[in-house]
T-cell receptor, first 111, second 112 residues
Framework: ELKVEQNPLFLSMQEGKNYTIYCNYS?????LYWYRQDPGKSLESLFV???NGAVKQEGRLMASLDTKARLSTLHITAAVHDLSATYFC???????????WGAGTKLIIKP | EAQVTQNPRYLITVTGKKLTVTCSQN?????MSWYRQDPGLGLRQIYY???????DKGDVPEGYKVSRKEKRNFPLILESPSPNQTSLYFC???????????FGPGTRLTVL
């Protein structure tokens, strides 16, 4: 079965702390995407990872892809309240641009 | 302004009454896609299109139809809606399938 699992599904943390969201997927793929969704809003692209070892950074967020381990991580450094949102990873596991999505990680950052 | 628009934004309808949700993008994007979002399930892809007249099924195509007669438009058609199609629907587009997608604002559909 083609599955994308995100961990944790819910995360409450303090400002200033570091944390990592994990995205595991069940079969080989070298195309993985991270998106952010604010409550009641649409989705916004964060990162596109297209090869093994890809690493991308934007501000306090850094994403990486390990295709051998079938794992992507989204690392948050020195979290700030504005990063509170739900984060989704999506994987192209059939190499035909049909994306399978994780259930999302709801992140709450407390001042 | 570069954007993906969807109409309507909210719709309450009854079982069996055909409806169309429109999606339009002004960025000349090749790739377009429809998703539904349900609590706890993330997004599930319904249909996608690589270009005009080229469409393919996603994970949950049953009960839906699409067409891509023009590059900018990708309507989602529910021929005979049922309550299990009550959901939040998103249209998205991107320059190509391996690029980031731009999402529309969403259409909240309730089928009674």
């Amino acid at each position: 079965e083609l599955k994308v699992e995100q961990n944790p599904l819910f995360l409450s943390m303090q400002e200033g702390k570091n944390y990592t969201i994990y995205c595991n997927y069940s079969t080989t793929s070298d195309r993985l995407y991270w998106y952010r969704q604010d409550p009641g809003k649409s989705l916004e692209s964060l990162f596109v990872l297209l090869s093994n070892g890809a690493v991308k950074q934007e501000g306090r967020l850094m994403a990486s892809l390990d295709t051998k381990a079938r794992l992507s991580t989204l690392h948050i450094t020195a979290a700030v309240h504005d990063l509170s949102a739900t984060y989704f990873c999506a994987v192209d596991m059939r190499s035909n641009y049909q994306l399978i999505w994780g259930a999302g990680t709801k992140l709450i950052i407390k001042p | 302004e570069a954007q993906v628009t969807q109409n309507p934004r909210y719709l309450i309808t009854v079982t069996g009454k055909k409806l169309t949700v429109t999606c339009s993008q002004n960025m000349n994007h090749e790739y377009m896609s429809w998703y539904r979002q349900d609590p706890g399930l993330g997004l599930r892809q319904i249909y996608y299109s690589m270009n005009v007249e080229v469409t393919d099924k996603g994970d949950v195509p049953e009960g839906y139809k699409v067409s891509r007669k023009e590059k900018r438009n990708f309507p989602l058609i529910l021929e005979s809606p049922s309550p299990n199609q009550t959901s939040l629907y998103f249209c998205a587009s991107s320059p190509s399938a391996d690029r980031a997608q731009f999402f529309g604002p969403g259409t909240r559909l309730t089928v009674l």
